[in-house]
């Protein structure tokens, strides 16, 4: 290697150094300064709805934590890429979180033809948040009392069991698609929009069993309006503490929750995602929060980001196999 080259290597390389060091120290003043303004949380569902009551709670907490206003902005529709897309478009530097549930993060990806985000790839973890228990429930005279009871009743008749679920590629129709294949059970999909007129149809008789999270369920089945029989669950409710998990009832792996979580777009530096998970771990330790989900049938489950990243990883694995096992698919 000649002088000349040599000289230009070692220039190029002080060069790619001093640029290194350059966005080094930019990153990290960009995290000491954070926030500098507003932080927004952006919910895929209309206001009023379970993770828009999440994503409130937790604002309010984090600008306690933050020193910032921390608002919540709904942009509901296309099974989340709407509200996706504003935090793709947004400055990769934590002022805008990605506040969303199982299906944004874990479902929709398998179940739209065309989708128009990757989770993995254009996002990057901060905290899983809530989760809920699903419950299956039937009619209140219902003649099963017991989910073998059930299954058998959904086999002495010739056209079998109608079930409902929130809509085609919901956790309650993907659940209830597990549940058939582990049990053989004869049932037929009903597909609604939403928990409340489905939940409203198991009610009056004309489907005859539903999934359902804990939190629009409890309050039902409290009022007798509907039957539990079963936890779809690792454990039992405590805000239903004598209905039994799958499990325990011998079927094993027919279990789910609807969880929650917070990402933001990929390329925020790491020190601004640490200061984003304190603030929302510390909301979710909070005995005040702790208590107010529990008592709506939600559990608080904070993580690393580390540690959301892992089960996100896993949740697309699981829901993407059921997403094609069910034949399930939104144009």
């Known amino acids: ?76 529709g296309a099974g989340g890429q709407i509200a996706a897309a504003q935090v793709k478009m947004a400055e990769a530097d934590g002022h805008t979180v990605f506040i969303a549930a199982t299906e944004m ?40 009392n017991s989910v073998q009871e059930l299954v058998a009743l959904s ?40 928990s409340a007129p489905a939940l409203q149809d198991v009610m009056g008789g004309q489907v005859e069993m539903m999934f359902d999270p804990v939190i629009t369920t409890a309050p039902l089945l409290t009022g007798g309006k509907l039957k539990a029989l079963g936890i ?38 790491a020190a601004v995602i640490t200061k984003l998970n304190d603030a929302l771990v510390k909301a979710l330790n909070s005995p005040d929060v702790v208590k107010r989900f529990a008592d709506q049938g939600l559990q608080t489950i904070p993580s690393t980001p580390q540690q959301f990243g892992i089960f996100m990883k896993e949740e697309i694995t699981r829901w993407g196999a059921l997403v094609k096992a069910s034949g399930a698919s939104v144009d």
């Open 105 to 144: 993060f874990a479902v929709n990806p398998g179940l739209f033809r065309k989708f128009s985000y990757d989770p993995l790839k254009d996002f990057m973890p901060v905290s899983s948040l809530i989760s809920s228990p699903l419950v299956l429930v039937v009619p209140k005279d219902s003649p099963a």
């Open 232 to 269: 779809a669950a690792p454990k039992r409710a405590a805000q239903l503490p004598e209905v039994r998990t799958l499990a325990e009832l011998g079927m094993p792996g027919v279990d789910a929750s609807v969880w929650f979580g917070a990402v933001v777009k990929t390329g925020t530096p």
């Open 155 to 194: 086999k002495s008749k010739p056209g079998g069991l109608y079930f409902a679920s929130q809509g085609v590629g919901s956790i309650g129709h993907l659940l209830g698609e597990l549940f058939r294949g582990k049990t053989g059970a004869n049932m037929n999909h009903v597909a609604y929009k939403g």
């Open 1 to 76: 290697m000649t002088l000349t080259r040599r000289t230009a290597l070692s220039t190029a390389l002080s060069t790619a150094t001093l640029a290194l060091t350059a966005l080094m120290f930019a990153a990290s003043a960009q995290a000491q300064d954070f926030p500098s303004r507003n932080i927004t949380l952006v919910v895929p569902f209309p206001a009023g709805g379970v993770t828009d009551q999440i994503a409130r709670v937790l604002a309010q907490k984090m600008q306690e934590s933050l020193g910032k206003t921390v608002i919540v902005e709904n942009k509901p």
